[in-house]
Structure formats: C-alpha cells, structure tokens
C-alpha cells in the first residue's frame, strides 16, 4: 500500500506552476490593456471638461462687454488715467501703475507666436444710468464737476470724464443734487481721486461727458503653467490678483469680427462682419466695427503616451488648429519634443458683442 502512495512528482510541480505563470501573465496583460483604456477614458473626459469649461468662463464675460461703455466718445480714448494712492498709471508722467485701455474686448498678442493671447474684458456694473451726463463745468482745485443732471449717480461710484485729450476715472464722493453737482474728492475712502485733481488733465469742460461705471469689472484671462488663470482687481486695489481657474489648457487665441466692408460686395457698417483678425482699434469709428470675437482654447488630455517606436513621440505631430489658424504655445514641429506625447482638444466659439451691436445712436 505505501509504494502505492507516492507524492507528486518534479514534473507535475513545475508544470502546475508554469500553468499558475501563464494565467498570472494573462490577468496582469489584460489589467494593464483595462487600465490604459481607462486611463484614455478619464483623460478625454477630463479634457473635455477643463475645455468647455474654460470656453463658457471666457465666453460668460465677453457676453458681457462693453456694458455701459459702448458711448462712441468713450471708446476713443485709448489709454484710461486713473489713479490709486499714491501712484499714478503709466500713461501720466511719472506713474507706475499698469495703462488700462477703454476697451469693451482687448486682445493682447504676444510678438512670440509661442505666447498665447491674453484677452481683456471691461464692462459696467451700474444700471442706474447708463446713458453719459453732460459736464457743465469742472473745477479741479475742488474736485468738483457741475453736470446736467445727477440722477442714478451714487457716493462710492467711479465715474469716468470724457474729453478731448482723454478719459479720467474718478470716484464720487458726494452727489449734490440741488446744485447738480458730483464732489470727487480724495481720502481714505476714495483712494481713486488725487488732491486737488493731482497731475490729471484738466481741461474737461462744457459738453464733455461722463459716465458712470459704478463698480467696473476688468477682467485678463490669460495662460500660465498649463492653466487659464484671471487676474482682476485693478480699480479697487491698485493691484490685480490672479487666480486659476481650469487646468489643463494650455494655449488660448482670439480675433475680432469687424464690420469694416473688406470684403467683397459689402460695405461698412451695415452689420455684417466682414473679417477676422487680431489689429486692434485704435479709433472710436473702428471700435464700432467690432461687432464679434472668436475666441479659440487649447485643452492638453493628461495622459503621456510613449512613443510606438524610436525615441521621439508621435501621439501628436501635426500642430492643433482653429478657424483663426494654428495654436503656437504647444511645440509640435520638433521631433524630441514632449509636447508631442500628448493628445489635445480645441474648442472654439464666437460671440456676438451684443452691447455694441445694440449701443445707443
């Protein structure tokens, strides 16, 4: 009986653990194959999401501009003069703050075509009066501006003069309705305005115009370390924050629609955007041409994909483009290049400027 009861042989223990290799080999493929599918999956997902998500951010304010600044005399002033205790803007001898162009859509375009475009919005917070008063007259030792009416205007609303050699934004510290007079004057409270009209201009007289801002929103959407990021905060701080706002976007583009008759068998004006580009206006006749901005956003999907032979990657090879052309923050052309590794998605929009389109006449 014992000669009868032999254990396993060499043999059969070696192939009962090739078997056990082979299935642990087999299991192992299919768990990587499953979680690269679900990695892919994620990561479409995810730059989906991060695209459409930056494109709405951008495209909810750009909606928005122009609001309350759409008065034909406004629009041609080119750089802002404002003031934050103790420094003036850059565009006053001697200033030091950032020049801020009244602009409803600014598109700021880098000379490298590997910088992305950086996009400024300004509009309005104030619906009380949204059509500009007439000065009568201005006083600047007393900060005092005689207008023909006061109605809507309110303590704490920044205010902008229209005249000949510019735009100033001030802060209104009293509103006199019997004697319509606005007081601009300078303190704590109202670190916008400087003593005695400082080194603004002063020669804002009788038919110039002033509108009030209330409490103005300008906003920079920009890129930097693969996010979109907004700085704003300028009028009320003197100083921009910036916050991040979406990752994964690494390239933004935009033009304006201008209503300008170039092309063929149109005529200005006449409400039909005739073409796209990125020249900014510099006139209030040709801020009136523009009527749209198409706006175009880069999302990068996370996921590194090696290259499927060689050393150089080749899960992108030709540069990402947009009706506007091609994205340039993303190096496609060199062959070594990591941002060739990665997939992307584009996403664009155009966005009719509806407070210019339906501007006062």
């Known amino acids: 009986m014992r000669l009868r009861q032999s254990g396993m042989s060499l043999v059969e223990v070696m192939v009962a653990v090739m078997i056990g290799l082979i299935g642990i080999l087999i299991i192992t493929q299919a768990y990587l194959v499953n979680d690269n599918f679900n990695r892919s999956t994620l990561g479409e997902g995810g730059a989906q999401t991060n695209g459409l998500i930056a494109l709405y951010t951008v495209e909810r304010d750009t909606r928005m501009s122009g609001y309350g600044l759409n008065s034909s005399g406004a629009l041609g002033c080119g750089n802002i003069y404002w003031y934050y205790d103790p420094d003036y803007s850059s565009n006053v001898s001697g200033g030091t703050l950032p020049n801020l162009t009244l602009a409803p859509v600014l598109i700021t375009v880098s000379a490298t075509a590997s910088v992305p475009d950086q996009i400024t919005v300004m509009y309005s917070r104030s619906a009380d009066r949204m059509m500009p008063t ?43 309705p019997g004697p319509q007079k606005l007081q601009l004057n300078p303190g704590v409270s109202a670190p916008q305005n400087p003593p005695a009209w400082g080194s603004f201009p002063t020669n804002y007289a009788t038919g110039d115009s002033m509108l009030d801002l209330g409490d103005p929103i300008v906003r920079t959407y920009l890129i930097g370390n693969g996010k979109l990021r907004v700085a704003e905060g300028w009028f009320s701080t003197g100083a921009a924050t910036t916050t991040d706002l979406v990752d994964g976007i690494v390239d933004m583009r935009a033009t304006y629609g201008k209503d300008d008759g170039s092309a063929a068998g149109s005529t200005a004006n006449d409400g039909i955007v005739d073409t796209y580009n990125n020249v900014t206006p510099t006139t209030s006749a040709e801020w009136l041409q523009v009527l749209s901005v198409r706006i175009g956003v880069l999302a990068r999907i996370g996921n590194y994909e090696k290259p499927s032979s060689g050393t150089d990657c080749d899960a992108t090879t030709v540069a990402p483009s947009w009706s506007g052309g091609t994205f340039g923050a993303v190096d496609i052309a060199t062959a070594t290049s990591q941002d060739r590794c990665y997939r992307y998605r584009v996403f664009e929009t155009t966005v009719p400027l509806r407070n210019l389109i339906w501007r006062p006449s």
Do not use: R
């Open 134 to 176: 007439t000065i009568a007259s201005f006083n600047a030792s007393a900060s005092e501006v005689n207008v023909d009416g006061v109605d809507g205007f309110s303590v704490g609303d920044l205010v902008l003069m229209v005249g000949p050699t510019g735009c100033t934004m001030g802060k209104i510290t009293q509103v006199q």
